[in-house]
């Protein structure tokens, strides 16, 4: 399955190098890339910019990638999500599995995977990007 390239990806991670690193490579695969360093900056960016999926760290602080992925959730219940980190414990794991449109990666991860994942998101797109649940204009940070 071949992902439509006019997906706006929101890549958000605390580490500026990986950051800069799975945005340019998503780039040079030919989706629009949006950046955030901090899960406070990426849900300003979704209630400013249409994203059709969240590419994040779990291990962020202050707030983590699950509390990123709730708190975005609230509002845009159906924009996927993909969640990463160098090591998912067994409880971190079936969290993740409870939440729908949700793809897990572990740290470090090659291109092939990368293009995978988002092969996988192609049937989860939300068919508005980050349409708020109701007509009201919500700030979520």
């Given at each position: ?69 709730e708190a975005a ?69």
């Open positions: 399955m071949t992902l439509s390239r006019d997906l706006c990806l929101l890549i958000v991670d605390d580490e500026s190098d990986l950051l800069e690193a799975i945005a340019e490579t998503c780039s040079h695969l030919g989706y629009s890339v949006l950046q955030a360093t901090s899960a406070q900056e990426a849900l300003s960016l979704l209630n400013d910019k249409p994203v059709d999926v969240v590419l994040t760290d779990v291990r962020m602080k202050p707030m983590n990638g699950f509390e990123l992925l959730r609230l509002i845009y219940p159906s924009v996927p999500f993909v969640l990463w980190t160098g090591f998912w414990d067994k409880e971190q794991e079936a969290k993740a599995r409870t939440y729908p449109r949700l793809e897990m990666m572990s740290k470090p991860f090659s291109l092939k995977q990368v293009q995978e994942v988002l092969g996988k998101l192609q049937s989860m797109k939300a068919p508005t990007p980050n349409t708020p649940l109701k007509g009201d204009a919500v700030r979520l940070a």
